[in-house]
């Protein structure tokens, strides 16, 4: 990594010369940045990672004969990443504003402004029509600031209290996704990604007064001057020979660009501490995370009761759909079984979610997003349920039908009074190992931005920039499993009075 | 009339006929034995006499009520309403015995005639106490199959078959999933069965056990009746070849 190489480089006078030096280093050179958040960095139709700071970024390393290494962060993670050395720097559109003590900041080289960007259609041509509306933003994003943060002015707080609901996405793709199919009335988001989204997609506007202006710069690991020191020599290089302006038009940002020699660099970067509340969590800190993981944890429990509650039934019928006489209900079960057990959960919930919209053209409201939890839940659980059932139901000795035969039972009291309770005894390893799969999987719904436990881990993790958060709700899930295996070992118990 | 009557029932697996053209009555009151080697068709016979398998062509009737007839060369089954009072005619005790695994001893005797018969579980329970204690069993009624030997299970299925009041009960191999020596234990149960005119159809391969209970014997091999009679007629002096090479080779 390039902080060791530095460390070493750090006694050498020559470092802070003013004269531009072509240092030809060995050396590799990590960029941090989000892949879906265009035009700043993103993976374009070829697959490939661009962007304007991508190419700002190649262009210092190719004067700096350093390797460029691109590497796509999930943004709640950044600062884990960026501690742990496994990127040198944080490129991508990376607001300055309300961040200037938490990194070590070149001089700002673009300057952005929070818009809103609405449907056409919406009716909504100001922040104040946004009353009693949806809005959505990138958790942890410089718009989610600029609202709700501690350095938010009193108007953009009175704003958001206004809104029905903030509501936090992980990406910009799924903000537009959740604007197209109306679970969300308006997106609030940086200025040249509004610009961007709104041009290569239909039937948007941004709405012309801001909520708030800021400026992008490249962040670095607090106290890492040398290497920001670096970087910038060689951004004002090339804002001298042009070459800067080149790539901003070829991005069409030239407009917003900023980059000034002299320029003060953010506030405090020459202080070299770091800030207190990284010392290591305080009691205090941990009763916050807490406090924040027990809402989380309310939602995940209610998803995983709903789901047991919906699934376990349901996958008894498709069992006996499975097992049917008819020919084409036993193919069409067997087909949603392959079809539920051979894709993946995430996948299935955004299909429930978006689905709506983009197949049936029906718009969702926000209180869908819960609905479709349960719904891809219960839809995937039904399916590994239906199976275990159907081995159960096997299981059960044919001598077992013939003697109730002959007893004169029904075919219903026959699978109610003598296959099911035998059935129930057969299954309860297998359904104890999906019940406690189940646990961990509602982290899942995080894939379509609802708010349980681990999202909120996630987006305290961010906020905190530390990975206590994580850890805590790692315990909580394996408490969780706790209770669940000493459930399921009290049922098999119960049942054990029988062989 | 006869509280059964077999004719002329055939049944094929696969185009291998199992039964080639079966007649037999059985009158109220008689304990019956089929006997004949494996293979021999008696199995199947028994399966078809208590609808667990479908005859391909032929009739059955218990007390005159016709459960097959056949038309055109086809089996034609009764309307489900009277299969269902049909079945009740006769009960049967399994081979493996298929007590109700998680049903206590009392459960397994009384499920049925509360579920079955919709009788009120008081007296289906003062009921099956007295069979219990007859079978020797009031020890054991709130025991679960599992607990049980295998003389016990067989007692437990057979008090089993007897709380639905049949007319008759068949046997599937009463004696083979038993050890030896509780062959005597079954004998005892039988003939007291028998002295109250208990009408019974046992499917078995050992030939002193079919002399010991039954007051006519079957013999049966090749899918067909070879010959009947009193036991010690067919089992003492067997007029057929194919009988007198099967007690042979059973008494080797």
Known sequence: MIKRMLA???????????????????????????????????????????????????????????????????????DLELETGAIDCIWNGFTIDGREDEYTWSVPYVDNSQVVVVKDSSGISSPADLAGKVVCVQADSSALEALTGDDATDENKALCASFAELSQVGDYNSAFLNLDSGAVDA????????????KSRK???????????????????????????????????????????????????????????????????????????????????????????????????????????????????????????????????????????????????????????????????????????????????????????????????????????????????????????????????????????????????????YAEMFTIAKQVAAAETTILPLFVAGLFYYIGNAVVAAVMAYIEKKMSYFR | MSLLEVKNVKKSFDGNEVLKDISMTVEKGEVISILGPSGSGKTTFLRCMTMLETVDSGEIAYSGEKAVTTVDGKAVYASKADMRRIKT??????????????????????????????????????????????????????HYPYQLSGGQKQRVAIARALAMDPQMIFFDEPTSALDPELTAEILKVLRELAAEKMTMVIVTHEIAFARAVSDRVIFMDGGVIIEQGSPADVIDHPSNERTRAFLKKMSE
């Open chain 2, 89 to 142: 005619y006769f009960g049967l005790v399994f081979q493996s015995f298929e007590l109700f695994p998680h049903f206590s001893v009392m459960g397994n005797i009384t499920d049925a005639p509360i579920h079955v018969m919709k009788r009120p579980r008081d007296e289906v329970e003062k009921e099956a106490r007295e069979l219990l204690k007859k079978l020797g069993l009031s020890e054991r009624a709130d």
């Open chain 1, 203 to 449: 039937g948007y506007t941004v709405l012309p007064d801001p909520i708030s202006s800021e400026k992008y710069g490249v962040g670095f690991l607090k106290g890492n001057t040398e290497l920001r020191d670096k970087v910038q020599e060689s951004l004002f290089e090339m804002l001298d020979d042009g070459t800067f302006m080149e790539i901003a038009d070829k991005w069409e940002l030239s407009s917003s660009v900023c980059l000034e020699k002299n320029a003060a660099v953010a506030a405090s970067d020459t202080d070299d501490e770091l800030p207190s509340d990284d010392d290591g969590p305080t009691a205090d800190d941990l009763i916050y995370i807490c406090r924040e993981l027990l809402e989380g944890l309310v939602s995940s429990v209610g998803i995983f009761f709903l789901t047991l509650l919906f699934a376990l039934p349901l996958g008894l019928l498709v069992a006996f759909g499975r097992m049917s006489q008819n020919v084409v209900l036993r193919n069409i079960v067997r087909l949603y079984i392959s079809i539920f057990r051979g894709t993946p959960l995430m996948l299935q919930l955004l299909v429930v979610f978006f689905g709506p919209y983009y197949v049936f053209g029906i718009s969702t409201s926000t209180s869908y997003r819960f609905m479709a939890v349960i719904i891809g839940f219960t839809l995937n659980y039904a399916a590994y349920f239906a199976e275990i059932y159907r081995s159960g139901i096997q299981s059960v000795n044919k001598g077992q039908y013939e003697a109730a035969q002959i007893l004169g039972y029904t075919p219903q009291q026959r699978f109610i009074r003598i296959v099911f309770p035998q059935m129930v005894k057969n299954i309860i390893p297998s359904i104890t190992n999906e019940v406690i799969t189940l646990v961990k999987d509602t982290s899942l719904a995080f894939a379509i931005s």
């Open chain 1, 8 to 78: 070493a480089l750090a006694a050498s006078a020559v470092m802070m010369s003013a004269v531009p030096v072509v240092y030809a280093e060995d050396m590799t050179f990590t960029v941090g940045f989000d892949a879906e958040f265009p035009p700043y960095g993103y993976k374009d139709d070829s697959g490939e990672y661009v962007g304007f700071d991508l190419d700002l970024a190649e262009e210092v390393c190719k004067r700096r004969g350093w390797e460029l290494v691109k590497q796509p962060i999930d943004w709640n993670s950044k």
């Open chain 1, 187 to 198: 997106v609030c988001l940086d200025v040249g990604v509004a610009n961007y989204e709104v």
